[in-house]
C-alpha cells in the first residue's frame, strides 16, 4: 500500500499496485480483462522512453513504469464490484 504524507490531499482518482515484476502485471491485467475490469497502466512507457524525446536512461523510472498498475475507483464502485477487483488481482498473485 501507498504510504501518506501526515496531511495528505486526496484526488480519489487512482489506486496503483506496484508488482514484483512485469509478468506479474500482466497475468493481474488478462484477469481483469477475463472479468471486464479495466486496470490500467498509468506510467507506461516511462516519459524518458517516449518516441519524440530525447532518450536518456532513468533506470528507476523504467523499472517502476513496467510494474504499476492502477485499479478502477470511483465513488459509484459498489461492494460486489470492489470484492471481483480485489478477487481478480489475488488469484494472480497466489498463482505466481
Request: charged share 20%; net charge positive; hydrophobic share 35%.
Given at each position: 500500500r501507498p504510504l501518506f504524507p501526515p496531511k495528505p490531499e486526496y484526488?480519489?482518482?487512482?489506486?496503483?499496485?506496484?508488482?514484483?515484476?512485469e509478468n506479474y502485471l500482466l497475468e493481474?491485467?488478462?484477469?481483469?480483462?477475463?472479468?471486464?475490469?479495466?486496470?490500467?497502466?498509468?506510467?507506461?512507457?516511462?516519459?524518458?522512453?517516449?518516441?519524440?524525446l530525447q532518450q536518456q536512461p532513468c533506470p528507476v523510472s523504467e523499472d517502476i513504469s513496467r510494474r504499476?498498475?492502477?485499479l478502477p475507483l470511483y465513488p459509484g464502485l459498489e461492494e460486489k464490484e470492489i470484492d471481483l477487483i480485489i478477487e481478480s488481482v489475488i488469484k494472480i498473485i497466489v498463482q505466481c
Open positions: 484526488n480519489y482518482g487512482h489506486y496503483p499496485l506496484v508488482f514484483d515484476s493481474v491485467v488478462k484477469n481483469l480483462k477475463e472479468n471486464n475490469i479495466a486496470g490500467r497502466r498509468y506510467f507506461y512507457p516511462s516519459l524518458n522512453e517516449l518516441p519524440y504499476v498498475l492502477c
